[in-house]
Nanobody, 126 residues
């Protein structure tokens, strides 16, 4: 059973940075597509970024392009989300998610992820 645990959230001022981690156990994260999603109070969950398992594709939501970077450390079985130039509208609970194996050949920010972590809070405020 694949288990995902997020960490790295916190409170930062606008313009600051955070790096979120998604540690996997029970299955290699490099074999499945991994996505980062977020949900702000009163809003629907939205896709932020994803990284392909079987392919090297990466995708970002328009709202975070140029500011967020997704990466993967196979040896640590961990996927990261580096968040720079944070804005108050980035405030949300951030979740990592994994598609079931075998994953589609490319990742996408679509509601097709079957494994979810519990989330980590990110607050951007002055």
């Amino acid at each position: 059973q694949l288990k995902l645990v997020e960490s790295g959230g916190g409170s930062v001022q606008p313009g600051g940075s955070l790096r979120l981690s998604c540690a996997g156990s029970g299955f290699g994260l490099n074999y499945v597509n991994i996505g980062w999603f977020r949900q702000a109070p009163g809003k629907e969950r939205e896709g932020v970024s994803c990284i392909g398992g079987r392919s090297p594709n990466i995708d970002y939501a328009d709202s975070v392009k140029g500011r967020f970077t997704i990466s993967r450390d196979i040896a640590k079985n961990t996927v990261y989300l580096q968040m720079d130039s944070l804005k108050p509208e980035d405030t949300a609970v951030y979740y990592c998610a994994a598609e079931q194996a075998p994953s589609p050949p490319t990742c996408a920010l679509l509601p097709r992820y079957g494994y979810w972590g519990l989330g980590t809070q990110v607050t951007v405020s002055s």
